[in-house]
C-alpha cells in the first residue's frame, strides 16, 4: 500500500507521532552553572514537554491531524500533560497512564541570553512498549508520516518500523538523545532529523566544521536512508537526498529561549512534507517556525500558530506558504 499526500488526498496532513511526553520545570537563570557550581534561579514554572509531545503540537498549531501515541504516569503532572495536548487538538487515545511509573520529568535551566541545560528522568516514556504501538497499528497505517524519537526505548522505535512496513507509512528519527542505531534502521527509515552533536554520535566522526558534517551526512545517505535534514542552529540546516546536498539559511533572531527550537522544527518539517510540499520547501518553512518560537519563552506553549508564521514570515522577507 503506498501513502498518497494530503493535497492529493483532499483533507489535512496526518501524523502520528509516536513517543515521549513529559512535564518540564523551567528555571530561569542569569547565567548557566558550571560543575560544582550553586546558582539562585529568577524564576520557576511548570509546563508540558517532552520530544514527542512538543513535535506533535509543533505540527498541530500549523494544521496538521496528528495522533499521539506515548505514556504518562497515573499523577497530576500525567494530567497537565494531557490537557496539553487536548488543547492543541491532538488525538490522545493513544496516550496511555501508566500505574507503574511516574510521570517524565524535564529539569530545563534557560540563561539570559536564551541558552538552555536540560536533564531528563524518563519515568513512564520508559514504560512505552511495543504492545502501546500494536494498539495505534490503525493509526499508523493512516497516517501520511509517523514521527519518533529516543527518549523512549529502541524496541519502540523498531515496532514502530514493523507496523509502518505493512502500511506503507514513512516513518522519520530525530535521534535524540543521541546514541548509536541499528545500522539496519537506516535503510528503512525514510527521514532522519539530527543535529550536530546526534549525526557525530551517529557516524562517530569530528563534526567542528560544516565540511565535516557535508561528509557525514552523506556516508548516512550512501548507508541506506533515503533522506538527512542535519539542524546546525544559527548556521541552518544540510540536506541530503537523492537530489543532492545543499544548505538552508537560518532566520536571524535574538534568541529569548531556545528550549524547543528542534521540536518546533522538526513539527513544521513533518507538517510541510506530508501536506505535499517539497523538502526544501518544507526546511524553509521549518526555519521560520523555529527562529518565531526562539523569540519566545518556554517549549511547547510557545510553538506558533500558521497565522503568527505567515505573519513573521513576510516581516522577515522570507517566502512560505502553509497551504
Do not use: Y
Not at 514493523?162 to 530525530?174: D, M, P, Q, T
Not at 510540499?277 to 506553549?301: F, M, P, Y
Amino acid at each position: 500500500m503506498i501513502n498518497v499526500s494530503a493535497l492529493e488526498r483532499g483533507r489535512r496532513a496526518r501524523i502520528c507521532v509516536v513517543g515521549s511526553a513529559n512535564a518540564d520545570m523551567f528555571l530561569g537563570c542569569r547565567t548557566l552553572p558550571t560543575a560544582g557550581q550553586t546558582i539562585l534561579a529568577t524564576s520557576q514554572r511548570w509546563e508540558a514537554g517532552g520530544k514527542g509531545a512538543n513535535q506533535a503540537v509543533a505540527a498541530a498549531r500549523l494544521g496538521a491531524d496528528v495522533a499521539f501515541v506515548g505514556c504518562v504516569g497515573d499523577d497530576a503532572l500525567g494530567v497537565l500533560v494531557h490537557d496539553a495536548l487536548d488543547r492543541s487538538r491532538i488525538d490522545t487515545r493513544g496516550l496511555r497512564r501508566s500505574e507503574m511509573a511516574h510521570t517524565g520529568v524535564a529539569a530545563v535551566l534557560v540563561d539570559a541570553q536564551g541558552q538552555n541545560l536540560i536533564v531528563v528522568q524518563p519515568g513512564a516514556n520508559g514504560d512505552l512498549s511495543e504492545a502501546d504501538v500494536a494498539n495505534a497499528a490503525e493509526t499508523i497505517a493512516s497516517a501520511d508520516l509517523v514521527l519518533c524519537q529516543l527518549e523512549t526505548s529502541l524496541s519502540v522505535v523498531d515496532a514502530v518500523l514493523s507496523e509502518a512496513r505493512g502500511s506503507g507509512a514513512r516513518v522519520w528519527l530525530n535521534p535524540a538523545p543521541a546514541q548509536a542505531l541499528p545500522p539496519e534502521w537506516l535503510s528503512r527509515l525514510n527521514l532522519i532529523v539530527p543535529n550536530r552533536g546526534e549525526l557525530e554520535c551517529l557516524t562517530g566522526s569530528d563534526l567542528r566544521s560544516i565540511t565535516a558534517v557535508t561528509r557525514a551526512a552523506e556516508t548516512l545517505h550512501r548507508q541506506g536512508t533515503s533522506s538527512i535534514v542535519v539542524t546546525l542552529g544559527e548556521e541552518g540546516s544540510l540536506i541530503v537526498d537523492g537530489s543532492g546536498t545543499r544548505r538552508h539559511a537560518a532566520v536571524e533572531v535574538r534568541a529569548v529561549d531556545t528550549t524547543g527550537a528542534g521540536d518546533c522544527f522538526i513539527g513544521a518539517l513533518a507538517f510541510a512534507v506530508a501536506s505535499g510540499k517539497t523538502l526544501d520547501a518544507a526546511v524553509e518553512l521549518a526555519h521560520v517556525c523555529a527562529a518565531l518560537k526562539v523569540t519566545a519563552t518556554g517549549a511547547q506553549v510557545s510553538m506558533p500558530t500558521a497565522q503568527e508564521v505567515l505573519a513573521f514570515a513576510r516581516a522577515h522577507g522570507r517566502d512560505i506558504e502553509l497551504d
